[in-house]
């Protein structure tokens, strides 16, 4: 049987385990060469086809590969490179034929983390992304870089790390998109000739003290109550600058301050049980004193006269 087993991670070191020694279709065809072999020599009575179907099975089990369709592999005769191979079957010489991993060309994704880092204004946050890339050029990436996959990973955090140095924390919280993208820009300059593209980063959380974070939490309450009495403020204001152009047109009409006072002790008797206190010089100016004592003979309908 075929078997591929991918790079894992340990420890932040990549372990490349060992790549596929027998394919299956070699397997089986290995196996139904020796098996013609035994049934021939059965009827000739000859060990001859036996002797033979032996080693062709051999050569079969070993040189005949699989890749799958979004795999590559590079074939080195005696060290030197001869080209990619796959998707699909590909033969090699046996011992003098090697190959390198196999690279899967498909999407890609690479968990950073960043931990204990200080932004510019000295906070420590620990940041946590994911990178998507994809190989492109499988040659580029199997000769020019070693291991591509750890390379990713020591890159990303790397560059997360720097990028957490230039900002703040503010921005940082506020403006992940953009620390995704730079963080993008950066590390596809420098994969870019590996055959690699980061397509995309995503930050997907930033952790912060707990300590900061209740005291993040009291500032941004007392900027709450701070912006509330600035529009109480602001409202107080208005109604001033209002009430002063009131007393304005009232200064020039008497008869409209008259007509004034009336609706508003017309509103306020409107409500049964309701007790209205109006200052003396109120009473004398306007002449409401009339008013008054109607309004309190008929409590429920007020009536007011001039």
């Known amino acids: 049987m075929s078997v591929v087993v991918p790079n894992v991670f340990k420890d932040g070191a990549s372990i490349q385990l060992p790549q596929q020694v027998v394919s299956g279709i070699g397997a089986l065809t290995a196996a139904a060469v020796f098996l013609a072999g035994v049934l021939a020599s059965g009827l000739t009575l000859s060990p001859v086809f036996v002797i033979l ?13 699989v890749a799958d369709q979004w795999q590559k592999v590079a074939v080195l005769r005696l060290g030197k490179y001869q080209g990619l191979r796959g998707p699909g079957l590909f033969h090699i010489i046996p011992v003098i034929d090697t190959m390198s991993k196999f690279v899967d060309q498909r999407v890609r994704v690479t968990d950073v ?149 009336m609706n508003m002790l017309y509103e306020a008797l409107k409500e049964k049980g309701s007790m209205v206190i109006v200052p003396s010089s109120a009473v004398e100016t306007m002449g ?15 009536v007011v006269q001039g």
């Not at 179907?53 to 590969?65: D, E, G, Q, T, V």
């Not at 300059?189 to 003290?209: A, C, F, L």
């Open 113 to 261: 983390t960043a931990e204990s880092a200080l932004t510019r204004d000295t906070v420590p946050v620990n940041v946590d992304a994911i990178v998507f890339w994809v190989v492109w050029n499988a040659e580029k990436c199997i000769l020019e870089v070693e291991d591509f996959t750890l390379a990713i990973a020591l890159s990303a955090q790397t560059a997360l790390r720097e990028s957490i140095g230039r900002h703040e924390l503010a921005q940082m919280i506020t403006e992940r998109e953009s620390l995704g993208h730079e963080l993008q820009r950066i590390l596809d300059e420098k994969t870019n000739g590996w055959g690699i593209t980061v397509q995309s980063v995503e930050i997907r959380d930033v952790h912060i003290p707990a300590a900061l974070e209740d005291a993040m939490s009291r500032q941004a309450q007392a900027e709450r109550e701070r912006q509330a009495r600035i529009i109480l403020g602001t409202a107080e204001t208005e109604i001033a600058a209002k009430f002063s152009e009131a007393s304005e047109m009232y200064v020039n009409n008497p008869t409209a301050l008259h007509l004034r006072a």
């Open 288 to 302: 409401l004193g009339g008013t008054l004592a109607t309004a309190s003979l008929h409590p429920q309908r007020p």
């Open 53 to 65: 179907a032996l080693p062709i099975a051999l050569y079969l089990m070993f040189s005949l590969k």
